[in-house]
Nanobody, 122 residues
């Protein structure tokens, strides 16, 4: 079992930055690929970014490429999402998730956090 708790969300003006954190419980954190997803009101939950267990590789959605950076600290059982140049369309609840298999699809991820709200004002 992996339990995930996100933090760091909030209200920010367009062009600003936020860093989300996701703390994981358990001894198997480094064996899981970690992803970030987001869900805006009335929309499907969508993939944002994923990083391998070792932290050596990552993938980003086109909508955030060049603005967001995913990273992890396996010693702290924590994954981060640095979000820069935020836009109003980035407003959503952001979820972290853990997967044993590599991929960007939601069905790859067995464990999910409760989400943290990010609101970007124009």
């Amino acid at each position: 079992q992996v339990q995930l708790v996100e933090s760091g969300g909030g209200l920010v003006q367009a062009g600003g930055s936020l860093r989300l954190s996701c703390a994981a419980s358990g001894r198997t954190f480094s064996t899981h690929h970690m992803g970030w997803f987001r869900q805006a009101p009335g929309k499907e939950r969508e993939f944002v970014a994923v990083i391998t267990g070792s932290g050596g590789s990552s993938i980003y959605a086109d909508s955030v490429k060049g603005r967001f950076t995913i990273s992890r600290d396996n010693a702290k059982n924590t994954v981060y999402l640095q979000m820069n140049s935020l836009k109003p369309q980035d407003t959503a609840v952001y979820y972290c998730a853990a997967a044993s298999s590599w991929g960007t699809a939601r069905y790859n991820y067995a464990y999910w956090g409760q989400g943290t709200q990010v609101t970007v004002s124009s």
